[in-house]
């Protein structure tokens, strides 16, 4: 084993960069939108803000906190803070394992959408299209059947696209990729946002979106909505922030780093959401029915409201081709920071270089996302572990490190003393109450409804034996392996690194 | 397009973008601290 020195970001910007790359994600362009207009509109505006003061921002800093002292991915710097706490970091590293597995079959239908964009492969039936002529979607989930070379070919292309970026290091590698795919990214959609405007129907879609209904915020469950929301886009509770911050100097900023970051996510939720309504109100428009008979989500959004969209406007192959590029790069950022929480944390744990840990590691990864989703069942398997393991791996194993950390470790007054000694924001006892008491109670709120809906109605209506084995078994396993790599014995890799960051050793002048 | 729903639209914008134009300005003053050299390491002389 060797204790190399750990890499570090080359500037602010540099970090700033990939952490909004990491959570300007998918759910940014096809959940916010959605979720704002079924949660009472312009008047979401309000619990979403609140959200993002008192829960995405804190956690935010929370995990930057942790990572900027521990200088170590979750396991080894939960570990660091308390030898039982390692099992919360292995559990976050199994989740981004399962997340990236499926993520990248994501992309890999929107790097084929691009092309298919071009020719308006989908006719008139988007929907025929993406789910019998392209993904060959079997009639009920079951056992895969059969794999769909049109989809594994761009999957393997993601892959390896991902594996170099992440061979090149912190530095060269993912710090260099954001620095171009973000403003690429935003000068992208901002020529989608900017077309968009300009079609017909566009304000009555904006009206959909924007009007508010205030008697919504009478209702818990918007509340709820409005804390999922920023708690899934931020990218925080499984790890991310906290291995990307591990990269930090000992002296960075951290506070205000979260501000940006967290302003900087939902600025683009914004703008992506006067896109897509916008164009919703167009098709809306063309169909001659009122927006919300074609508001959608998700898949149903980019993958069948768009290309739809595209085909009925001018120069659409142009701007489809945009509007999946844009999707490919929004992906690509959030992926390569998924699948760098799995390499780092073996990185740390047995002390082995990056590339072997890339294609090692990450290989893995990319072997179990080839072997499982782009097959006939690809579809059932994503939908059905997408929707467990962000219930009951994100925001379960969230709700976990925070109570674990404020409650029973109470780490929080030393975070805050770490985070305030270099940050242009300092914390006061609001950062304590948010982190102590309202992001608990939020998450626990979350869990209770989310678990009461599970029992109450089949996910989908999906059968139980197929959510058994492939959403909740997930869920459960992801705990149980993360359990298991905690007791494993490993080859010495952290315990020797120096992890005493925060006190620099006092020289003398020579 | 309704007056509550430009209202919003604008008030939205204005609070997001401008919370992050502010964050960015507030970061941008705080310059960064020069790290001291990893232990070790000798200073340039």
């Known amino acids: 084993m060797t204790n190399q020195p750990r890499e570090q970001w080359s500037t602010r910007t540099g970090f700033l960069l990939a952490a909004i790359g990491s959570a300007i994600g998918l759910g940014n362009i096809w959940r916010f939108p959605a979720i704002t207009y079924e949660n009472g509109g312009g008047a979401f505006l309000l619990p979403y803000l609140v959200a993002l003061l008192t829960a995405g921002i804190p956690v935010l800093i929370m995990e930057y906190s942790i990572g900027r002292k521990y200088r170590m991915s979750p396991p080894a710097a939960l570990r660091r803070m308390a030898r039982p706490a390692e099992v919360i970091g292995w559990w976050q590293v199994v989740i981004c394992f399962v997340i990236a597995t499926y993520y990248a079959v994501i992309l890999a239908w929107a790097v084929r959408y691009v092309g298919f964009s071009a020719d308006q492969a989908w006719g008139d039936d988007p929907e025929g299209f993406l789910f019998g002529d392209f993904l060959e979607v079997a009639e009920a989930p079951g056992m895969i059947s059969g794999y769909v070379t049109a989809v594994i070919w761009p999957l393997i292309a993601v892959w390896v696209v991902v594996l170099v970026i992440l061979a090149f290091g912190v530095r060269r590698g993912i710090e260099r990729a954001n620095k171009v795919f973000i403003p690429l990214l935003v000068l992208f959609f901002v020529i989608l946002v900017i077309r968009a405007l300009t079609l017909d129907g566009a304000a009555e879609g904006l009206d959909a979106l924007f009007a508010p209904d205030w008697s919504e915020l009478d209702n818990g469950s918007v509340w709820v909505a409005a804390y999922g929301q920023i708690f899934f886009s931020l990218s925080i509770g499984f790890g991310i922030m906290v291995t990307y911050a591990s990269y930090l100097g000992r002296r960075a900023d951290l506070t205000g780093s979260a501000m940006v970051a967290g302003f900087a996510n939902s600025s683009f939720e914004i703008l992506a959401g006067i896109g897509v309504f916008a164009t919703l109100g167009f098709m809306a428009a063309q169909a001659g029915v009122p927006v919300d008979e074609v508001a959608s989500a998700g898949l149903g959004l980019a993958f069948v409201a768009f290309p739809a969209v595209i085909s009925e406007m001018p120069a659409g192959s142009f701007f489809g081709v945009l509007f999946f590029v844009s999707l490919v790069i929004a992906g690509l950022s959030s992926l390569i920071s998924i699948v760098q929480v799995v390499v780092s944390a073996v990185q740390d744990r047995t002390g082995i270089r990056r590339i072997p840990a890339v294609f090692g590691v990450g290989g893995l990864v990319a072997l179990a996302s080839i072997l499982l989703f782009p097959t006939d069942e690809g579809l059932f398997l994503l939908d059905a572990s997408d929707h467990f393991v962000n219930q009951y791996g994100i925001a379960l194993a969230a709700l976990v490190s925070v109570v674990v950390i404020a409650w029973v470790l109470r780490k929080l007054p030393e975070l805050q003393q770490n985070a305030d000694a270099t940050s242009a924001i300092r914390l006061g006892h609001w950062w304590r109450i948010c982190l102590g008491l309202i992001t608990p109670l939020v998450l626990g709120w979350m869990m209770v409804d989310s678990l009461r809906q599970e029992f109450d109605e089949n996910y989908e209506g999906y059968s139980t034996e197929f959510l058994l084995s492939a959403g909740w078994s997930v869920a459960i396993g992801a705990l149980l392996i993360g359990v298991i790599l905690t007791l494993m014995p490993w080859k010495a890799g952290g315990e020797d690194i120096d992890l005493d960051m925060e006190a620099p050793v006092e020289r003398k002048e020579p | ?45």
């Open chain 2, 1 to 45: 397009m309704s007056a509550s729903a430009i209202v919003m639209m604008i008030v939205a914008i204005v609070i997001v973008w401008g919370g992050l134009v502010a964050a960015i300005i507030r970061l941008r003053s705080h310059a960064p601290e020069p790290e001291p050299p990893p232990p070790g390491v000798r200073p340039a002389e």
